[in-house]
């Protein structure tokens, strides 16, 4: 029995007539055959009927398509009922009919011409198609007398008198196009050829960038709630926010600084990472430029110690940062008698104990000036040296994560130890990917294998980052210009403009978030590599984490 596709009972076909064909199909030809019903189709083609010679669609719909193995594939057009030719005229027609009735053999003919193109296109392009191409026409309610209309030969119309027979029918065609009478078959490759164009291996697939797009709107509306904790503060001049990553710390702390603003207050606004800063300083709305001062630690100290005067050493080590950069900069503030009205810090658990003298200072009222701090003890990755803060009071805790996904926040959770809850509403997101690879290069490979595939689904490079747990000259991507065929850099606004990558270290990249990033060269945890090291790089994906490693 012939495979009947759409897969369905031949019974269940409602026309009458195409149902009473469908069943003698199935019966009579070979079970290795295909039997394709109402196969529908639609090209472009040149409009010849129209002045402007442009192309317009076409459709139209074969009854039958059968898929021999041992010949090709054959178009059947179905006519049923009472059907009348008029030879003068050449014209068909049915009994009964309300409407026009198109020649049979010519519907043939032009299904059979775009099949054969659809194949071609699809399985043989710039080729002879190697098999049988045919077609027929039943009228599975008439019989015929007479002799023949121009253009059709006994072998390709079929009455009802033939339903009993059609399976050598249609084999007697076949075999009236063979240049020799055997049964030897076409061959695999011609035959998957035939399958392959006229199946389809079309499914939808959930857009990744529309995906990213929902879960950023609903994450965003989230991180917006979270700014109401400000409001429960008051009018408290001074106070220490712990959060967990991803509790929109960064986010509270500039509204915080734009508020002090509002007030009339020139701000600093001062964090640990270069890079954040970059970030805040290039997201600052126009209107606060000039009061918000945006400084990481470092450069601040060293903007204001050459500024005063002072000698600035060209080597600067950790000891130098953690004792002797903080002078210099208390030193600054004297010689230059400078000063804000508030001061709000982010990144806080980088912040050694030294430089919060010189944080209180530049403050104009001192230790009782606005200074509000913000920090998380689990992601500090750079010191190990004991560590106190100024005195602001009990502090308030952000205990949910309201930046990365369900399933991001919980993968963090998971390398320190704890539950990270999550907002109610928060999307649930795709499972981490933790692929264990080998070497440094089937890294990189497996690195540029997922960032192509996700700018294959729409994602744009500004979205990407690849943020690596070695230094630079160490990392898999060392030497690459580019991953996928898009540049790779380190320049922020060459990234912010989405003509780049970002790639990055962990370092570096703590305090920004993406939408979708590659962990490289992760190593096992270690003196060297932290848990709050792994817990710092997963949470900096908000939608979608891959990490290659060893």
Wanted: a neutral charge; glycine letters at 8%; charged letters at 25%.
């Amino acid at each position: 029995m012939a495979k009947l596709i759409p897969t369905q009972e031949p019974s269940a076909i409602t026309v009458d007539s195409e149902r009473k064909v469908a069943e003698v199909l199935c019966a009579q030809l070979p079970n290795d055959v295909r039997v394709f019903h109402s196969y529908p189709w639609m090209r472009k083609e040149r409009d010849l009927d129209k002045s402007w010679q442009g192309e317009v669609i076409r459709e139209g719909e074969a009854d039958f398509v059968i898929v021999d193995p041992r010949h090709g594939f054959m178009v059947l057009e179905v006519k049923g009922g009472n059907m009348l030719y008029d030879a003068p005229t050449r014209r068909w027609d049915r009994s009964g009919a309300t409407h026009s009735v198109k020649d049979p053999f010519e519907q043939a003919s032009r299904n059979l011409f775009t099949l054969e193109k659809l194949v071609r296109d699809r399985s043989f392009p710039g080729s002879e198609l190697p098999f049988i191409r045919t077609r027929a026409v039943v009228f599975p309610d008439c019989d015929f007398i007479g002799t023949l209309p121009p253009g059709v030969v006994r072998e390709n119309l079929i009455g009802a008198s033939d339903l009993g027979k059609i399976g050598a029918k249609i084999e007697a065609l076949f075999q009236s196009y063979a240049f020799r009478p055997d049964t030897a078959g076409i061959g695999r490759a011609a035959l998957d050829g035939i399958l392959n164009a006229l199946t389809s291996t079309f499914r939808l697939v959930p857009a990744l960038w529309r995906e990213v797009e929902d879960q950023d709107r609903r994450i965003f509306r989230l991180t917006e709630q979270q700014a109401q904790v400000l409001d429960f503060l008051g009018e408290r001049k001074r106070a220490e926010i712990h959060g967990v990553a991803g509790s929109g710390k960064t986010k509270l702390a500039m509204i915080r600084a734009r508020r002090f603003a509002d007030e009339g207050k020139s701000v600093l606004f001062v964090c640990f990472n270069s890079l954040l800063a970059e970030w805040l300083q290039a997201e600052l709305p126009e209107e606060y430029k000039g009061r918000i001062t945006i400084r990481n630690y470092h450069k601040l100290c060293a903007e204001w110690a050459k500024e005063a005067g002072l000698v600035w050493p060209s080597a600067q080590g950790p000891e130098f940062w953690k004792s002797e950069a903080p002078r210099l900069f208390e030193r600054a503030l004297d010689l230059l008698d400078r000063r804000f009205d508030a001061v709000v810090v982010d990144e806080a658990q980088d912040f050694e104990t030294e430089w919060w003298d010189g944080l209180e200072l530049v403050n104009a009222e001192m230790m009782d000036g606005p200074l509000f701090m913000f920090h998380d003890p689990a992601q500090r990755i750079f010191s190990d040296s004991p560590q106190s803060y100024p005195a602001l009071g009990e502090p308030f805790v952000l205990p949910v994560n309201c930046r990365n996904t369900e399933r991001i926040s919980k993968q963090c959770g998971e390398v320190i130890g704890k539950v990270i809850p999550v907002r109610p509403g928060s999307p649930e997101g795709r499972e981490p990917l933790i692929q264990k690879v080998g070497s440094g290069a089937a890294q990189a490979q497996a690195a540029e294998k997922q960032v192509k595939t996700w700018l294959h689904d729409g994602l744009k490079p500004n979205q990407i980052a690849v943020v690596t747990a070695k230094r630079p000259e160490a990392g898999c991507l060392h030497g690459k210009a580019n991953l996928a065929g898009v540049l790779l850099t380190e320049d922020l606004e060459q990234w912010r403009a989405g003509k780049a990558i970002l790639v990055s270290t962990v370092g570096r990249f703590k305090g920004l978030e993406v939408d979708a990033m590659v962990l490289t060269d992760v190593p096992p945890v270690g003196p060297n590599f932290r848990k709050e090291h792994l817990y710092v790089a997963y949470s900096r994906a908000k939608h979608l984490l891959t990490v290659v490693c060893e």
